[in-house]
């Protein structure tokens, strides 16, 4: 199963590496700007939207299982509207930049997304995360027979809403924001923690870290972890990173970035994988779903990049890697 895992886990790795290069192919450089042939996050939006749905699906299954029934459309509706309405203003740029291209030479067409219009992507998740709530006080409303229920309903309906739609909405503006760099040093040294938790929780693992949540976690799969995920980090920001042109991804801020970004990746991707497993104990499932053996469902896979995310994103808006704000 050890060799399994660490298999997948690397194909996983690098299928979202290999994506994350494909969509950079939308920025090429041009001097210290970026010139855009393509739309950003052309490639990588529809897997995000896909992983969104499946994701909702799952935790709306942990619901059931705890004999709880929120309105799942509106659910739905709420976490692709939030994701989706963080990109549309790339968009809007794009369709613009498609409509003067004709009237200049293809090589001289500058096209930098302005953080004005960025963040009001923002705003806009931020409105749909209101709409979302609205849909499902609505919906319980349009259900309700009897008292017992909809107080749970409505609960669980708002956190699938922030755990799965608005910590996505944070991946999708590191994309937009710092480049494609941003978000493979995020994803990989995640990962790495998550591979070096396992290995080294199987090889050495003798203290239990939280029995009664998750009693395959143990302290020394948390330092693998951490190890691992400052490993990764070193090699996204050494590597990765730098192997990109700088108007594309930018380059690490503090010399000990890549440390401090590591070190917070593994502590935050640790309690992610024990916040989901403390919803599954909690309803008495042991993996989200079994589509991918030895994994679990796609929950099983998200749970540390869900929860690290909004980490990641701090890391570079306060210059701790990165250039911080206006990239």
Same mark, same amino acid.
């Given at each position: 199963?050890?060799?399994?895992?660490?298999?997948?886990?690397?194909?996983?790795?690098?299928?979202?590496?290999?994506?994350?290069?494909?969509?950079?192919?939308?920025?090429?450089p041009?001097?210290?700007? *970026?010139?855009?042939?393509?739309? +950003?996050? /052309?490639?990588?939006?529809?897997?995000?939207? !896909? @992983?969104? &749905? #499946? %994701?909702?699906?799952?935790v709306?299954?942990l619901? *059931?299982?705890?004999?709880?029934? +929120?309105? /799942?459309?509106?659910?739905?509706?709420?976490? !692709? @509207?939030? &994701? #989706? %309405?963080?990109?549309?203003?790339?968009?809007?740029?794009?369709?613009?930049?498609?409509?003067?291209?004709?009237?200049?030479?293809?090589?001289?067409?500058?096209?930098l997304?302005h953080?004005?219009?960025?963040?009001?992507?923002?705003?806009?998740?931020?409105?749909?995360?209101?709409?979302?709530?609205?849909?499902?006080?609505?919906?319980?409303?349009?259900?309700?027979?009897?008292?017992?229920?909809?107080?749970?309903?409505?609960?669980?309906?708002?956190?699938?809403?922030?755990?799965?739609?608005?910590?996505?909405?944070?991946?999708?503006?590191?994309?937009?924001?710092?480049?494609?760099?941003?978000?493979?040093?995020w994803?990989?040294?995640?990962?790495?923690?998550?591979?070096?938790?396992?290995?080294?929780?199987r090889?050495?693992?003798?203290?239990?870290?939280?029995?009664?949540?998750?009693?395959?976690?143990?302290?020394?799969?948390?330092?693998?972890?951490?190890?691992?995920?400052?490993?990764?980090?070193?090699?996204?920001?050494?590597g990765?990173?730098?192997m990109?042109?700088?108007?594309?991804?930018?380059?690490?801020?503090?010399?000990?970035?890549?440390?401090?970004?590591?070190?917070?990746?593994?502590?935050?991707?640790?309690?992610g994988?024990?916040?989901?497993?403390?919803?599954?104990?909690d309803?008495?499932?042991?993996?989200?779903?079994?589509?991918?053996?030895?994994?679990?469902?796609?929950?099983?896979?998200?749970?540390?990049?869900?929860?690290?995310?909004?980490?990641?994103?701090?890391?570079?808006?306060?210059?701790?890697?990165?250039?911080?704000?206006?990239?």
């Amino acid at each position: 199963m050890l060799k399994w895992r660490l298999l997948l886990g690397t194909a996983i790795i690098l299928a979202l590496i290999g994506l994350c290069w494909l969509d950079a192919q939308a920025d090429l450089p041009q001097g210290m700007q *970026r010139v855009h042939i393509g739309l +950003p996050g /052309a490639a990588l939006m529809p897997v995000v939207l !896909l @992983l969104t &749905v #499946l %994701a909702t699906q799952e935790v709306l299954r942990l619901a *059931r299982a705890a004999n709880l029934r +929120p309105a /799942a459309p509106a659910i739905y509706t709420a976490n !692709l @509207l939030m &994701v #989706l %309405a963080q990109w549309m203003p790339e968009v809007n740029l794009y369709v613009i930049s498609l409509l003067q291209r004709p009237h200049q030479p293809p090589n001289e067409f500058d096209y930098l997304p302005h953080v004005e219009m960025i963040f009001a992507g923002s705003q806009s998740a931020l409105w749909a995360l209101a709409l979302g709530v609205g849909l499902i006080f609505v919906a319980e409303m349009r259900r309700f027979e009897k008292p017992g229920g909809a107080l749970a309903n409505i609960a669980v309906g708002v956190f699938c809403l922030v755990y799965v739609g608005m910590m996505c909405t944070f991946a999708v503006q590191m994309r937009l924001f710092w480049g494609v760099g941003a978000l493979a040093a995020w994803i990989v040294s995640v990962k790495m923690g998550d591979i070096g938790a396992y290995t080294f929780g199987r090889l050495f693992g003798r203290t239990r870290m939280s029995p009664t949540i998750s009693p395959g976690k143990t302290m020394e799969g948390a330092i693998g972890a951490i190890l691992f995920a400052c490993l990764g980090s070193w090699v996204s920001f050494h590597g990765l990173v730098q192997m990109a042109p700088p108007s594309v991804n930018p380059m690490p801020g503090a010399p000990i970035g890549w440390l401090i970004f590591g070190v917070l990746m593994g502590l935050a991707g640790i309690v992610g994988d024990l916040a989901e497993s403390l919803l599954k104990r909690d309803v008495g499932c042991k993996d989200s779903s079994s589509w991918l053996p030895g994994f679990g469902g796609v929950l099983d896979i998200l749970d540390s990049l869900l929860l690290t995310a909004p980490v990641a994103w701090l890391c570079w808006a306060m210059g701790i890697v990165g250039v911080g704000k206006g990239m």
